[in-house]
């Protein structure tokens, strides 16, 4: 059963203290308790609690007026509403971002696989006019000097993810994709920029689940919002102690 408005002790604070509930979330101003009698008024002290039968003030307007969301919605601890995204567009946002990273470390990828095509493409041109198939042994040594610049590759597209996500979400909160979906990342707590901490934080844990069990761990990491309530966190987002809200 619900608490009705009214005054209570001030579940922040001791020393008697009471602080106004609406019947929804805990207001911004606190009252003292009565002075004793005979006892100096501190003329910097809250407002004393009113004696016995008179009915206690209305409170002071809070610092903030937050305009009340949804049923259901979380609230910072600043008592503001936090409208979620849903998993929907926080899919669709990384398909983008994937996009345009893919985009931006291709021109690298293939300068890095450059010489290995030169190879298989020129041992081709030197097989006979009436060859009509690629020798196995050409496939293996293609395949072989691909898997050898494996490391190479991984490393350049894990360095063009960090410079395309760490700026964006330190600085903006939010990447293209999630800028175009309308989306953006956030503290949990209190709103705020995410700062270089947090979002280094959360593209580690992102990229450091990319990597081992095939992929495993960051399917699981993506589907992790699906059931996660109120807040909708991926694991990467539990880490930074971050959540992804909808901005417009």
């Keep these: 059963m619900s608490m009705q408005p009214g005054w209570y002790p001030d579940p922040f604070s001791s ?27 501190d003329p910097a002290a809250p407002v004393p609690f009113p004696p016995p039968g008179v009915a206690p003030p209305p409170p002071p307007p809070p610092a903030f007026a937050p305009t009340p969301g949804p049923a259901g919605l979380p609230l910072d601890t600043e008592g503001r509403p ?14 983008l971002d994937w996009m345009i990273e893919s985009f931006i470390a291709a021109p690298f990828v ?34 072989t000097d691909l898997t ?3 490391t190479v590759i991984t490393a350049v597209t894990v360095l063009v993810g960090f410079l395309y ?3 964006q979400d330190a600085i903006w909160n939010r990447t293209l994709g999630k800028r175009l979906l309308g989306i953006r990342i956030r503290p949990k707590d209190v709103d ?29 990491d993506i589907l992790w919002p699906l059931w996660d309530q109120p807040w909708r966190q991926a ?8 959540v992804v809200a909808r901005s417009r």
């Design 110 to 143: 293939l300068f890095v696989v450059r010489d290995s095509f030169l190879r298989f493409w020129d041992a081709v041109q030197a097989l006979p006019t009436d060859t009509t198939t690629v020798p196995d042994s050409l496939v293996r040594q293609f395949t």
């Design 192 to 220: 705020g920029r995410l700062g270089w901490t947090r979002a280094t934080v959360r593209w580690l844990v992102w990229t450091g689940l990319s990597l081992p069990l095939g992929g495993v761990l960051l399917l699981l």
């Design 148 to 150: 050898s610049q494996v």
């Design 165 to 167: 996500t760490v700026p």
């Design 82 to 95: 936090v409208p979620v995204a849903s998993w929907g567009s926080r899919a669709i946002a990384k398909i």
């Design 15 to 41: 020393g008697g203290y009471i602080r106004w509930w609406d019947g929804q979330r805990w207001g911004q101003s606190t009252l003292a308790p009565a002075v004793e009698a005979g006892a100096v008024a």
């Design 235 to 242: 694991l990467h987002d539990k880490a930074a102690g971050t």
